[in-house]
Every structure is written in structure tokens, then in C-alpha cells.
């Protein structure tokens, strides 16, 4: 567990068996069967097998695997759509499955809204009043659901589109009607279950990236179920891999990908294109000297020749990058008679931030080939990135 962030749900010990006497089923499966042994025993199915999680506030976890794998029972399972066989679900402090009927009624309209694949609108009524659902039903006042449905509209960009029904819109502005109902009942953790399946590839790919930048401005806590790994890849924080109801693997999609469990997650994995993975921190590495902003030209110089560079990076006292001096622009003030270095630095070089794709990294070494500066979001300079590490890196990726 990762101590430095709030766990919102914990999952503990999981089970389903689907079937009559499905502790029958725990039993087989205590004794070492798998579900297909269990099957042909009992008739019982074994959906899910001691699933243990969190899931983090603010975080967008993916939970995955082929059909058949228990990915969608275990989000049903998150809200009690369908009752565990055993295991705890616990959110902030609530166990789900030990809740009375009128508690998890209203743990559910606390907690949790949920996106489906085939968008669940009404088809008589506007875009707005489908975004109001949720919120008609609680009994909001009238005047203040619109408000709260409007907004939630515009964070999905259908503004202009309230009055609108569900069949003049295109797949893609269903889904996002989907979404801005799911918003406007600002329920803590949003399910999402296989929410883009439905769409067109170039549809889906808009809605990733747009579900992604909406995680980024609301921190919604989400649970998003695929079968399709590069969706996983491009949307998760962390990935939950499930094979015949258990996991498989939990991790980051760096660690599933440079890190496989198993022979199983190995075949998955095959084909993927690991520089669109792969980040500039993963061939980032530290700065062998730097300038200050208030150094004199002969000092710079000094620390280039000492460390054999053509060039070096200035930063201030806060690490803040301030631009890059080179060895010529250097010479030029010691012979200007200059005092310091400030108007001789170049902003002619590329900077970037350590989740960059590798793949976006070949493209911006310029014909200086100048080392890319990976910054944080103070542009304080935390390293550097030479061609030959971006290649280094995506070789060693390529041999796991």
C-alpha cells in the first residue's frame, strides 16, 4: 500500500460464486481448484477468488482482462449490484456487504455513479433533463438541479446541446451525456463499465483522452472496466489484471509492461509499442553540472571543461531552468568583458516533463543535439535526456 496517498475503497479477501451452496465452491477452492475443476464438480461458477485491492482517491484504476475473466461481476460487486459470497468492500469506512438495504440505498447515492456501455439515456427526454435524472430522483430542487446538470455539461462540452434528444446525437455525445449525469450527482467514485466499447475507434480514442483530462480537473475517484489493453494503458494510473476471476497482476502500466508477472501477462503485452509507454523518466538521468543564473562566464566555462560538455544548463538558486549556455556564447562574454552570464543564454532546446512519452523524444534532439531537460511543473530542472538513453531504455524494455 502506498502510505502517501488516502485509500477511498479497500477490497479484502473477495469472492463470488455463482450457483446453489456456493460455500461448496470456497471449499473446492480452498483445496486447490481452479474454476474449471470446480465447474465440472459442482456446476458452481467461480466468478471472483480472493480479490484484494485499493483503490486511492483521485485515482483512475483500470480493471481488465478477456471476457469471462470477472471484470464486470467485480465492479458490480464494488456496488453491490450483486452480493459477494465473502470479503470485505469497504469505503470510507463502510463495509458494502454488511450494509442493511436502506444503508447501501443511500451508501450508493453517496458514492457512487456509474457510466455504461450502451449510455442507459432515455430517449423522450433532452439532454438535459438525462443529465438531471440523478438528481430529479433525490428530490434536488428544480432550479438547482438545471444548474448542477448545466455544469456538468459544460465539463463535457455540450454546451449549446440541452435541449437536444439522444437520437440527433452521435455515439460519442451520448456517452459524454452518460458522463455528465454520472458528474452531476457528484457521488464520490465513478464506475465506468466498458463505458467506450460502443464507439467508433477514432471516437473512443477522443473520449480516452477527454476522460483522462476530466480525471485531471475533478479528481474523480474511478473504476474503469476494459477488455482492451491500450485503452488500460492510455487511460490507468494503475492496472488490475484478472485471469478466470483472480488477479493476475496490479500495477502501474510501466510495471505491467517492463515488469510481467507472468507468462500470461507476457502474451498479453506482445505487439505493444513500449516508446508509447515508456516515459522520459525512465531515461532520464541526473545533470553532471549546472551554472548558476548569477555566475560569471569564466566559471561556466570552468564547469563545462571540467565535465568535457559543449554546453551547460542554468539554473537560479531554486533549481529553476533558466536557459542553456554554450561554450562559444561563453568565450563571447569573457571576451565582451561581461560579468555574468544572463544574456548569453539560449532558449534554443527542447524541455519536457518526466511523463513525456519516449516516442515523442526522438523527434526534438536538434542537430546541437543538445540533452532534452526534463522539468517539473516549477520548470525546477530534475534532469536530463541523451538520444542514446531514449534507445538504451526501449532496448532493455524490448528484452523483458
Not at 449525469?181 to 475507434?201: C, H, K, Q, T, Y
Not at 475517484?221 to 494510473?237: K, N, P, W
Amino acid at each position: 500500500m502506498d502510505e502517501t496517498r488516502n485509500v477511498k475503497i479497500q477490497v479484502s479477501g473477495l469472492s463470488k460464486v455463482f450457483g446453489k451452496n456456493p460455500k461448496k465452491g470456497l471449499e473446492l477452492r480452498n483445496q486447490g481448484l481452479k474454476r474449471p475443476e470446480i465447474f465440472d464438480k459442482t456446476g458452481l461458477t467461480l466468478g471472483l477468488s480472493n480479490i484484494n485491492f485499493d483503490v486511492y482517491e483521485g485515482e483512475l484504476l483500470v480493471i481488465m482482462g478477456l471476457s469471462g475473466s470477472g471484470k464486470s461481476t467485480l465492479i458490480r460487486c464494488l456496488n453491490r449490484l450483486i452480493d459477494t459470497t465473502e470479503g470485505e468492500i469497504i469505503i470510507d469506512g463502510e463495509n458494502i456487504p454488511a450494509l442493511s438495504e436502506k444503508a447501501l440505498l443511500e451508501c450508493r447515492r453517496r458514492h457512487f455513479s456509474m457510466v455504461f456501455q450502451n449510455f442507459a439515456l432515455f430517449p423522450h427526454r433532452t439532454v438535459q433533463q438525462n443529465a438531471e435524472f440523478g438528481l430529479e430522483i433525490r428530490g434536488v430542487d428544480k432550479a438547482e438541479r438545471k444548474k448542477i446538470a448545466q455544469d456538468s455539461l459544460t465539463q463535457v462540452g455540450l454546451d449549446g446541446w440541452e435541449d437536444a434528444y439522444p437520437d440527433q446525437l452521435s455515439g460519442g455525445m451520448q456517452q459524454r451525456v452518460g458522463l455528465a449525469r454520472a458528474l452531476a450527482n457528484d457521488a464520490s467514485v465513478l464506475l465506468m463499465d466498458e463505458a467506450f466499447s460502443a464507439l467508433d475507434p477514432l471516437i473512443r480514442k477522443d473520449m480516452q483522452q477527454e476522460l483522462i483530462e476530466l480525471q485531471a480537473r475533478t479528481k474523480k475517484t474511478t473504476v474503469f472496466i476494459t477488455h482492451d489493453l491500450d485503452e488500460a494503458l492510455s487511460i490507468g494510473d494503475r492496472i488490475v489484471l484478472l485471469k478466470d476471476g483472480e488477479i493476475v497482476q496490479i500495477g502501474t502500466p510501466e510495471e505491467i509492461l517492463t515488469k510481467p508477472a507472468d507468462d500470461y501477462v507476457r502474451r498479453f503485452i506482445e505487439g505493444v509499442d513500449m516508446s508509447r509507454i515508456l516515459t522520459a523518466e525512465n531515461a532520464m538521468r541526473k545533470v553532471r553540472s549546472t551554472a548558476r543564473v548569477g555566475d560569471g562566464p569564466r566559471t561556466a566555462l570552468r564547469k563545462m571543461r571540467d565535465h568535457t560538455m559543449d554546453s551547460i544548463y542554468v539554473t537560479d538558486n531554486d533549481r529553476k531552468l533558466k536557459g542553456l549556455l554554450e561554450v562559444d556564447a561563453a568565450s563571447q562574454a569573457i571576451e565582451d568583458g561581461a560579468e555574468g552570464i544572463a544574456n548569453y543564454l539560449t532558449q534554443d532546446f527542447r524541455r519536457v516533463t518526466p511523463d513525456e512519452p519516449l516516442q515523442n523524444l526522438f523527434a526534438m534532439f536538434s542537430d546541437k543535439s543538445f540533452p532534452i531537460a526534463v522539468v517539473d511543473e516549477d520548470q525546477r530542472l530534475l534532469g536530463v535526456v541523451v538520444k542514446g538513453a531514449v534507445l538504451g531504455e526501449l532496448a532493455r524494455a524490448g528484452d523483458q
